[in-house]
């Protein structure tokens, strides 16, 4: 069934019609959502257990169904019977996802006199919640043009809180989570010291794969401005996602190490960590290093560093965010700490900012970089 995942180019160019807060959907069902830039409700589902989006374009679907308890005797059951009703093979793959069993099919139907292809991820939900039928599709003329964006939304489910820091569907039927590690590595660790960690390179690839495909959905906004700062959030916010769970066992290491009731010295040591790293931008051409490569391999720009460092820092229980600059080409780190130095203004927070290139202290900035106004913050987290 892995064959049917396609490494497949984004032809596609987005037409500005709306525009999206880019912040998680988030439903009273439990669920939450990461909408690729402009993509929004099209009002026919009914909002409480059925949920239907599309692109600006109007041509591709992304559609949530909820399903109580006791309807379907399991994951089986519920893939079959959805595909069925659409008259779509029943090519199917079954896997788990975040612990609970889960189905990946390819979609092939009619759909008012066309043809449609897509993906479909059926999840069956644990005993006290709703299984889910995850449709992504586009008209099959389209499909290639669409691919990415098909993979990138069913990928942006998380099915509750805790899911919005592993990776998602279709990254853990790739690659099954938690990954089996046959390797042990010696790795640099916030506070000066190494420790061994277990890893493998299919580990490494995944987060890859994950970022190539991503960067091919960024890359369609590239002519439209005024959703690009949306899709960049969204890009950051997605690899955060496919890494942060990764990045536990370096930060497990490092507590052990780290004062435990001094978040600014925690702070001042994580932002030390990157700054030694090489600087590198990824071979590939995607402009960005995805954080478990970048911590095993101590490389990466400006971005990759502030985007791996605010993943550690939140894993020790210290609020940062990533600040972004199209004027200055830069990027940084801001962590909610005590202490002096220049702070960045974001959703009613200080946050005292963090250079990731330059080895220089906590709270300081280029005077030729200090304009805020200039800086956006990404909150990656919740």
Known sequence: MRKLIPALSVALVLSLSFNLEAEPLGSKLGFYLEMPAGFADIGTGDGSTRFAFSDPNGVMEFDVLSYGKGRFSGVRELAEKSLGILKSEPEISYYEYQGRRAALAALGF??????????????????????????????????????????SCLDSFSVDAA?????????QFTLPWPPAHDAQRSVAIPGGAKASLSWSEAELRQEADTCMREYKVLSAYADEPELGYDAWIRFFRIMYRESAARLDRLVLEASKSLPPDDPTEQARRVLAWVQAWSFERDPQGTDFVPSLTAALEGRGDCDARAVAAAI????????AILMVSSEYSHALLGVDVPGGGSRFTFKGKEYLVGETTAKVGLGMIAADQADFSKWLGVPLGR
């Open 163 to 171: 899911a919005l820091r592993a990776p998602g569907p279709i990254s």
């Open 312 to 319: 550690v820092l939140e894993r020790l229980g210290i609020d």
């Open 110 to 151: 009619p759909l008012d006199q066309a043809g449609m292809l897509g993906f479909a991820v059926f999840i069956e939900g644990f005993a006290s919640e709703p299984d889910y039928a995850l449709l992504a599709y586009a008209p099959e003329e389209m499909f290639e043009g669409y691919a990415d964006f098909i993979l």
